[in-house]
């Protein structure tokens, strides 16, 4: 009995293996497979026909190098099932319905810039969110695994509750994972944004196609927006930490005697490079420089201000912004030397509005991490605001293709 338990795990292992090497790669060759796998050429075969079977995945015939040669590829059935992905931020909350390859079908962005009258309100606005695209897709209702979310940390992952995010207070304690599951009837999975920006940017933005792709890499991902955060990618997999603050990147110490941050600490990272920062800095600034062009404005700034500003040559928004960046990179040197991931994604305001804090945060990061190791790759995030909605409809996907597919499999024994 035990040993065939045993035989059923092993299979289901493979099976899910086969499946996930063809989901991370796109498209995948029998060939491929088995050098990938070190399973034999008859095991990867019985096992294509048992996935293709169960409509998972599906098999595309292409002309390769002429003479009428056949090339057989197989890739992941992306209408097979669909999840939705919500990324709710301090502005916009999105929400958007996904196929399995992570192409967003329909979109829906609500403005955050709104008064709620309670937390029922805004769960309503999501609840109907995602009855409008589920409607607008015409996909059939049973087809949908569920929902992912990416909200403002800290968050309690395991029960989905958003505990004290500073940026929008008026979600505190919210349980969101418990009464969008009586709401809407489908598995809600709860996750801090930069979290699911992480998870995001590894399956479908610049580190998708980076590295041996044969291989589980690191990857991290860091958001340098009016706050400060990151995400971490370990061996392929979110790295949460033992308590969920793993990547609380925007609360490590700069200065240990700088500027009070809303964390209760001094010259956190956030406190001193932030877009808050930045404006609290500016407007220190301008008290003394009455000839300035922002000083009347100077209790009413908001961070387009700076960009405008920085734009036309302004000296003293520029200094202020490149300071800003020399301490993220500053930060991010300390995360090689500690982490050495293969991929960092920068993505956030500052990074997209000013050309060169991207620029600056590379040079200072590479020139102050140990010397002589190779240069890590570090880009700009090119999924932009769609990674927050498709890494938290990844993360729906990813439970299924690790979990849930074990039941049709043995459905299937
Ligand atoms: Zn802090």
Request: proline share 3%.
């Amino acid at each position: 009995m035990g040993e065939q338990t045993n035989q059923v795990q092993l299979k289901n292992f493979n099976r899910r293996t086969v499946l996930n090497y063809i989901r991370k790669n796109k498209t995948a060759t029998k060939a491929g497979l088995a050098t990938a796998t070190g399973l034999t050429f008859m095991a990867i075969k019985k096992i294509l026909e048992e996935l293709e079977g169960l409509h998972l995945i599906r098999c595309d015939e292409m002309e390769a190098g002429g003479m009428g040669r056949r090339a057989v590829t197989y890739a992941v059935n992306e209408t097979y099932r669909y999840t939705v992905g919500i990324h709710i931020n301090k502005f916009v909350t999105s929400i958007a319905l996904m196929d399995l390859r992570g192409e967003i079908l329909e979109v829906e962005r609500c403005s955050m810039q709104q008064e709620f009258p309670n937390q029922n309100a805004f769960v309503e606005l999501l609840v109907s969110g995602i009855e409008k695209v589920i409607k607008k897709s015409g996909i059939e209702k049973e087809k949908l695994l569920g929902i992912g979310v990416g909200v403002p940390g800290p968050v309690d992952t395991e029960n989905g509750i958003i505990l004290t995010p500073p940026n929008i207070p008026m979600l505190s304690y919210l349980p969101l994972k418990e009464i969008l599951e009586q709401k809407c009837g489908y598995s809600v999975y709860v996750q801090k944004d930069t979290n699911v920006i992480a998870f995001g940017e590894y399956w479908y933005g610049d580190g998708s196609g980076r590295n041996n792709r044969n291989d589980c890499y690191d990857l991290a991902y860091v958001d340098v927006d009016m706050g400060i955060g990151s995400g971490l990618i370990i061996d392929g997999k979110l790295n949460i930490g033992a308590n969920s603050i793993a990547g609380e990147f925007g609360h490590i110490t700069i200065d240990i005697n700088g500027p009070l941050c809303n964390c209760g600490n001094r010259g956190c990272l956030e406190a001193m490079s932030s877009g808050i920062a930045v404006l609290r800095e500016l407007k220190a600034q301008l008290e003394k420089e009455p000839e300035h062009p922002l000083y009347e404005k100077r209790e009413n700034l908001v961070i387009e201000d700076v960009f405008k500003m920085a734009e036309k040559k302004d000296l003293l928004t520029i200094s202020i912004l490149n300071q800003s960046a020399l301490y993220v990179g500053v930060a991010i040197s300390n995360l090689i030397n500690i982490l050495d991931p293969q991929i960092i994604i920068l993505g956030g305001i500052l990074i997209q509005k000013y050309p060169r804090y991207f620029d600056i945060v590379t040079n200072v990061a590479n020139s102050r991490k140990v010397k002589g190791a190779k240069e890590n790759y570090i880009a700009v995030s090119k999924l932009g605001e769609n990674a927050g909605v498709i890494g938290a409809g990844e993360i729906v996907a990813d439970n299924f293709f690790n979990e849930k597919v074990n039941e049709l499999f043995c459905k299937n024994a």
